[in-house]
């Protein structure tokens, strides 16, 4: 009598399956080191970080460094993403950052401000976000936006205000995904109001 056949088979070789997991807001973390740094070698690669940066990307890589392979640095970036929401320098306003990871995979950044001062009711707004270049063109942005705004919503922040320059297609797209309604155009820097709650 023959065996009965098995009723699975067993993988003899290659890795296991992979779990699907889904992107997901976390707080900086140095367990995710290897990934954000890779993020952020490809920002600078595409011209990011130098002096003439004026987002809040460019500010952090001034104050923590290029990344130089030790953890020192990540230390640098974590101590800079901290201090944003405890003690900010002065021409900041308290923040949160947040990372956007699909598991141990960092795809991009968010900053919430939690109020305005009279330069960001201008210009920047009280969101602003980056995806890291290999993730772009994933829905990874209107998702992060999507994420965040209930925070906002926590923080008494009713109507969000967001900008963008008038000839950045793809950021407009993200805003008007999340309800962003045009408020105005100032001097080449679109303002929109997104609501944060439903």
């Known amino acids: 009598m023959s065996p009965a056949p098995p009723r699975y088979?067993?993988?003899e070789t290659g890795p296991p399956p992979s779990v699907d997991t889904v992107p997901a807001l976390i707080l900086p973390t140095a367990r995710l080191s290897d990934s954000y740094t890779a993020g952020v070698q490809e920002f600078i690669a595409e011209g990011r970080g130098g002096p003439d940066d004026r987002s809040l990307l460019g500010d952090l890589l001034r104050d923590a460094g290029h990344p130089d392979g030790t953890d020192a640095w990540i230390h640098r970036v974590l101590d800079f993403e901290r201090r944003l929401t405890t003690d900010p320098p002065a021409r900041f306003v308290p923040s949160t950052t947040y990372w956007w990871t699909d598991g141990d995979t960092y795809l991009g950044r968010i900053n919430l401000r939690h109020r305005l001062n009279e330069a960001l009711s201008e210009v920047g707004g009280h969101i602003g976000y980056d995806v890291r270049p290999t993730a772009r063109r994933r829905g990874h942005a209107t998702a992060m936006l999507a994420a965040v705004l209930p925070?906002?919503?926590a923080l008494g922040i009713d109507q969000a205000l967001i900008?963008?320059?008038t000839e950045n297609t793809a950021s407009r797209k993200v805003i008007e995904a999340n309800g962003g309604v045009l408020e105005d155009e100032?001097?080449?820097t679109l303002?929109?109001?997104v609501p944060?709650?439903?």
């Open 196 to 198: 944060t709650a439903p």
């Open 186 to 188: 100032r001097e080449g």
């Open 191 to 193: 303002r929109y109001r």
């Open 9 to 11: 088979q067993l993988r």
């Open 151 to 153: 925070n906002a919503a």
């Open 163 to 165: 900008t963008c320059d």
